[in-house]
């Protein structure tokens, strides 16, 4: 996004990214307390964005870690003891629908670890280099995944504190889990789940969320 930006907070159809995000999970019946793993000294922000906002369910603000790894531990660490399920979300992915991450929770209680994805479409290739073709894969078994990442509470933080034990760096909950052999159940995401990353995904995401609002709710 560039020096100075933080894309969390940036307009897109009336609201900053995370608010409408944040917005999701605050309509969902199957979630009960939002927790925000924030950069230090965002927490006013966040607190006035939830009062401007009108958001209704109980939150906490915790400080991230180095590595997002870190950040989702800090984030576990904050949970109620009462809680049996956790659903991790980009905050930059304001599109994720109310029913997308019902259905993740479902999945999770029954399978352990969900994770929201729809089917690769476009070819893939393999390069080594960065430059050439290095081979063709095969793109009938390949899914890309989103989130939200969903998990039973002691599923999670078995597979992170394994992680952590041994200094290995993931991209994503669902490596941790495939650390310890756990199951991981695909969720289709059946409407568009971009997440923010560049200056040039906003238009997009816009036209998303004044688009699909019915199908996002």
């Excluded at 309509?27 to 927790?35: K, M, N």
């Excluded at 906002?53 to 950040?71: A, C, I, M, N």
């Excluded at 904050?78 to 992915?93: F, H, K, T, Y």
């Excluded at 906003?202 to 709710?217: H, I, M, N």
Aim: charged share 25%.
């Amino acid at each position: 996004m560039g020096p100075n930006m933080d894309k969390l907070f940036m307009p897109v159809a009336g609201r900053p990214v995370i608010a409408h995000t944040w917005g999701r999970f605050d309509h969902a019946d199957c979630i009960d307390e939002i927790i925000l793993v924030v950069r230090d000294g965002m927490q006013k922000a966040f607190t006035d964005l939830a009062e401007q906002y009108g958001f209704k369910k109980k939150f906490k603000l915790t400080v991230g870690g180095k590595e997002r790894q870190d950040s989702v531990w800090n984030g576990l660490q904050n949970l109620s003891p009462e809680a049996d399920i956790v659903a991790i979300q980009d905050g930059a992915r304001p599109c994720t629908s109310v029913t997308l991450i019902a259905e993740t929770v479902e999945a999770a209680r029954q399978t352990g670890a969900a994770v929201a994805a729809h089917p690769v479409a476009d070819t893939i290739k393999a390069s080594d280099d960065g430059q050439v073709i290095t081979r063709h894969l095969e793109r009938s078994r390949l899914w890309a995944v989103q989130t939200p990442q969903t998990f039973r509470v002691d599923v999670i933080k078995k597979a992170l504190s394994l992680v952590r034990a041994r200094g290995i760096q993931v991209t994503d909950d669902t490596a941790a889990c495939e650390v310890i052999g756990q199951p991981v159940k695909l969720v289709l995401s059946k409407t568009p789940n971009p997440k923010v990353t560049v200056q040039e995904d906003l238009p997009c995401v816009e036209v998303l969320l004044k688009t699909l609002q019915g199908a996002l709710a």
